[in-house]
């Protein structure tokens, strides 16, 4: 790279560092004089950095994206020496609740316990069907030896990534349970009718030669109705009850986007229908846990998780946590300036630039 090039680089990265931090200031100013004087530095700056991104556009020739970012530059600058899989798309923080599903894994599986089920409860904004995804690696890793294929997922069309699909729900409950068993059956190619699977339970045979098989279910909580998903929830985990005992372990997540269930207290619907859920795994401690402690993510475990993949100078990895800052709303900015928290749908954007830099790499 020529010195001219690495120049233009260093002003940029220098003009960027600088913006940030009179956003910030901006964030949190409330005199009216102080905030103009701010807007005024920010335009000047945005006039800064569009004219040396020009500068290094041309530097660079065709080269250089016209979409790329501050982020993404910054990026491009990180030290990453792990192998990027999957797993880094959605695994920054939450080890205190996957300690608990280990937990419960552990001894579920200690007792013999062939069906575990897990109902995964957050706000959208948190992401929990990427908590249960995750999961679902560690276990290839940590069960399987990351032998990918003893474990059974449904994934995507296009990748490896595991697919949250809805969970079968009629109008009423026998069509729930007719739909449920027709998907079990057209997933695993047991026939063409919904006693096919029933026949499967009863005898395990086609024998499926898989270790483990995971589904993600999404639950959607506006069409929670308390009555019937109570009863088809327990009967789909009593079908499971009775079976022999060479067929596979079955992993279930049932994932229910709850908006707001990390503010306390809960109210209304909400509170209702979390209420309802725990009543459910309460009556079925013996198959089924609850991991609900999923919260926005502390600025230093974002940076930690950073440094986890291979970089270790302390100022680049901060100036790619005020870049991922930065690119929020101005809203979810000014929330960070109070309680330095992100949100993790805002964490796996980042999360997924780094794994696309790194797969091109």
Same mark, same amino acid.
Not at 329 to 342: C, G, V
């Given at each position: ?165 809805? #969970? ?39 024998? #499926? ?48 986007? #709850? ?30 846990? #609850? ?71």
């Amino acid at each position: 790279m020529s010195a001219t090039v690495e120049g233009i680089k260093n002003q940029l990265e220098l003009t960027i560092r600088r913006q940030n931090e009179v956003r910030q200031a901006y964030a949190i100013a409330f005199d009216p004089n102080q905030r103009f004087s701010f807007e005024v530095q920010i335009g000047q700056l945005d006039k800064e950095i569009d004219a040396l991104r020009l500068q290094l556009k041309d530097a660079y020739g065709l080269e250089m994206l016209e979409e790329s970012s501050i982020l993404e530059g910054l990026v491009r600058q990180l030290t990453i020496d792990k192998d990027i899989g999957e797993i880094h798309l959605v695994n920054c923080d939450r080890d205190p609740v996957a300690r608990d599903f280990w937990k419960a894994f552990d001894d579920f599986s200690g007792r013999s316990n062939h069906f575990q089920f897990y109902f995964v409860v957050a706000c959208p904004t948190q992401q929990p069907s990427s908590f249960a995804e995750r999961m679902i690696y560690e276990i290839v890793i940590e069960e399987l030896e990351d032998e990918i294929g003893a474990m059974h997922y449904v994934h995507r069309a296009d990748s490896r990534r595991v697919q949250i699909e809805d #969970l079968p729900l009629g109008r009423n409950l026998a069509n729930s349970q007719k739909d449920f068993k027709k998907y079990m059956s057209r997933r695993f190619a047991l026939g063409e009718t919904e006693t096919s699977f029933e026949e499967y339970l009863r005898t395990g045979l086609p024998k #499926l030669q898989y270790e483990y098989i995971a589904t993600v279910f999404d639950l959607n909580a506006g069409r929670w109705d308390k009555d019937m998903m109570s009863e088809y929830l327990n009967w789909i985990m009593d079908t499971f009850a009775d079976t022999p005992d060479h067929i596979p372990n079955f992993i279930f997540f049932f994932v229910i986007f #709850l908006r707001n269930a990390h503010v306390q207290p809960l109210q209304g619907r909400e509170k209702a229908i979390f209420e309802d859920i725990g009543g459910i795994v309460g009556k079925n401690l013996h198959r089924a846990t #609850l991991l609900s402690e999923l919260v926005p993510v502390p600025a230093e475990l974002l940076e930690d998780w950073i440094r986890d993949l291979g970089e270790h100078s302390q100022g680049r990895i901060e100036d790619v946590v005020k870049a991922v800052v930065a690119e929020l709303s101005a809203e979810k900015q000014q929330k960070f300036q109070q309680d330095k928290l992100i949100d993790m749908t805002d964490i796996e954007r980042f999360q997924t630039l780094i794994y696309k830099i790194a797969q091109a790499r």
